[in-house]
């Protein structure tokens, strides 16, 4: 894992490009404190910037820029070619291979790019990766991103330089940056808690989709990505020509292909261990390294203090059930408190995820242990983990006969009940049912009920914060994304299969990966994701719908798998995400701190953002007559990003 940079700045002499490629890549030292490196083609004005963890061949043969044997390709890498042995001796096979210096995985990258195409290289690499590619013959520059996001790569003009890197703060360290508020970016983050894809908080800056590649050469100005693997294509076929063998065959080939996935992703050079919340995904993927390992694997948990959001005992029972060497930390408001001030810097984008404070501090635990952890992201995706899956067809059932005014009241009905009132009347039945936190639930879907037509108005709304976030904006309008192109939608017959692709072209890549790669990055941690392995993405898009909801609950599929490691009642209990207390900390012990940056006065001299909504739901939230922290967390985080950006007022 390690960041990368550069500019395409024609004009500078070699000297200043080199020094503003090393600046670019200082700015993101974190994600690589163990090399630097710069390079410049200074007839083309072309320079890159590397920062290295080496995870890898940790001899200098890693060391990069990296210059391909044959001398025409330069390259920065942020990620990990999982397959790439078998790349080599597809090479040596071919009798393309080099003599090779080493045995990292960039140098096999770069010999397949020489053999057989950037293009044709990427179909053929199981990883997550960004990259930087310089074509020294062709003049032209080409930037990639793995098929699901795990890696990030912003890029965009600013004046007369091309600017690229992992991170908005590798672009903010070179002199041409500009930098502003988007303010239809602003927006979307109100909106979604996050800035989706292809946009960023800055204008001109945009983020390279997932599975996509883009080339440019000198004097074009507007570079088009180009797709070489489509998640909304593996969805459709998946589903059109879904698996054909028994339950029995489905189960024992997830089984070969999530093992196999898991084998690869223990390939390391460094220190090694797993995130273990307690939940389904991450224990799947513990037990499978466990079951691979003769040595105890190291896992890693965060608690809580406050009950109804601690799975810590859980992930302790199946820990010790599991023979693993596991370690927890438990997270107070004290503790979040400290954390607050650091997300602006670790993010370096708004981002209001609220999980992104345990996340961070199990990513502190880990990293003091091991350099790489493997985790249970993109299991929800796949196998249809998030309570909207159920939930949103079975409350449409019921309110689609209803008249939409009574929808509406009904709605305005179930946000007037008090959270706490609901969770104590309706606990046990929710736990039953497999519902945490019911009272919030409640509240978020009274919110929704408003406006919604159809299940899939039912989604879009249940993926939305703020419902009217251009009106929030001064002189704000919403940008159009994917939840709004309902033509760009896969098609799919199936309205929750709908929901679990949206879900993974959205959600995934733009708010959980963000989340834990800024985490982990931020203390030089690489993770991994086994079920990111596009072979078992392939696959859990061909398994039918039954495979993967039954009985009233997700990941059928996955819990069956999961029997062979693991006690069934150590994992049988109401999936409680990875949240925090964020509402009840809201009127506590955070209160203070969002009075401040949610005062109307310093909104007013920003500029940005209409006091009037905030406050009411502010005020509201104090009062106690909502549950709207996670709301109000977008409107938090923003303020404080842009205090860390010197324009706080």
């Known amino acids: 894992m390690c960041g990368i940079a550069g500019a395409w700045q024609p004009g500078a002499d070699r000297e200043v490009l080199v020094a503003r490629a090393q600046a670019m890549a200082a700015a993101i030292a974190h994600r690589g404190p163990d090399d630097a490196g710069a390079w410049a083609d200074a007839e083309a004005g072309l320079a890159l910037g590397h920062r290295r963890l080496a995870i890898l061949d940790l001899s200098a043969a890693g060391h990069q820029p990296m210059l391909s044997a044959c001398g025409r390709w330069v390259i920065v890498f942020n990620g990990e070619i999982y397959n790439h042995l078998d790349l080599r001796a597809q090479l040596q096979a071919a009798g393309a291979a080099p003599a090779w210096r080493g045995h990292s995985d960039t140098e096999t990258l770069l010999a397949a790019v020489a053999h057989w195409g950037l293009e044709q290289t990427l179909r053929r690499c199981t990883g997550m990766f960004a990259l930087a590619l310089w074509d020294r013959e062709r003049r032209v520059l080409a930037l990639a991103r793995d098929r699901l996001g795990e890696k990030p790569l912003y890029y965009g003009w600013q004046g007369g330089a091309f600017l690229f890197g992992s991170e908005l703060k590798a672009l903010r360290a070179h002199p041409a940056f500009v930098g502003g508020i988007d303010r239809g970016a602003l927006a979307l983050l109100l909106r979604y808690n996050y800035v989706p894809a292809p946009y960023s908080i800055h204008p001109g800056i945009r983020k390279l989709p997932p599975g996509t590649w883009l080339e440019l050469a000198a004097g074009e100005r507007e570079p088009s ?64 390294m466990q079951a691979q390992s003769r040595q105890p694997v190291r896992t890693f948990t965060i608690g809580f203090e406050e009950k109804a959001y601690d799975e810590a005992e859980h992930a302790r029972a199946i820990a010790g059930h599991l023979g693993t060497a596991h370690t927890e930390v438990r997270l107070t408001a004290e ?155 896969p098609r799919l017959s199936d309205p929750v299969a709908r929901m679990m692709a949206l879900d993974a072209l959205t959600y995934l890549p733009d708010d959980i990966l963000v989340k834990v790669d800024r985490a982990a990055m931020a203390v030089s941690l690489e993770t991994r994701a086994p079920f990111l392995d596009h072979a078992v993405v392939e696959l859990a898009w061909r398994l039918p719908m039954a495979m993967k909801l039954r009985g009233g609950r997700g990941k059928w599929i996955l819990r069956q798998l999961l029997d062979r490691y693991v006690p069934r009642a150590l994992i049988e209990r109401p999936k409680m995400g990875f949240g925090i207390p964020l509402d009840a900390w809201l009127r506590g012990p955070l209160r203070g701190w969002a009075d401040d940056l949610l005062d109307p006065a310093r909104l007013r001299r920003q500029g940005l953002l209409d006091p009037a909504p905030v406050q009411r739901v502010w005020q509201a939230h104090r009062r106690g007559q909502g549950q709207y922290g996670y709301r109000l967390w977008s409107v938090l985080m923003f303020q404080a990003w842009l205090d860390a950006q010197g324009g706080g007022g």
Not at 254 to 273: K, N
Not at 463 to 486: C, F, I, K, T, Y
Request: aromatic residues 6%.
């Open 335 to 489: 503790d979040a408190r400290a954390l607050i001030p650091r997300m602006p810097e670790v993010y370096d984008e708004p981002f209001a995820d609220s999980s992104q404070l345990p996340t961070c501090l199990v990513m502190q635990l880990a990293r003091r242990h091991v350099t790489v952890a493997l985790s249970g992201d993109g299991g929800d995706e796949l196998f249809g983990g998030y309570n909207r899956y159920l939930l949103g067809p079975r409350v449409w059932r019921r309110m689609a006969p209803v008249p939409a005014p009574l929808r509406r009241l009904a709605g305005a009905g179930l946000q007037a009940l008090p959270a706490q009132t609901v969770n104590r009347l309706a606990g046990p039945l929710a736990r039953h049912a497999g519902i945490a936190q019911p009272g919030d639930k409640v509240h978020r879907l009274g919110q929704r009920l408003r406006t919604v037509q159809s299940l899939d108005d039912m989604y879009v709304s249940l993926v939305s914060e703020w419902p009217q976030p251009a009106a929030m904006v001064v002189n704000g309008a919403l940008p159009p994304s994917l939840p709004d192109l309902r033509d760009q939608w």
């Open 225 to 288: 990505p180009r797709a070489y693997w489509s998640l909304r294509e593996v969805a459709e076929r998946g589903m059109a020509a879904p698996f054909e063998g028994s339950e029995a065959e489905a189960l024992d080939a997830l089984a070969e292909t999530l093992g196999r996935a898991v084998a690869g992703q223990r390939l390391a050079d460094v220190p090694l261990g797993a995130l273990l919340s307690g939940g389904i995904d991450s224990t799947l993927v513990t037990a499978l």
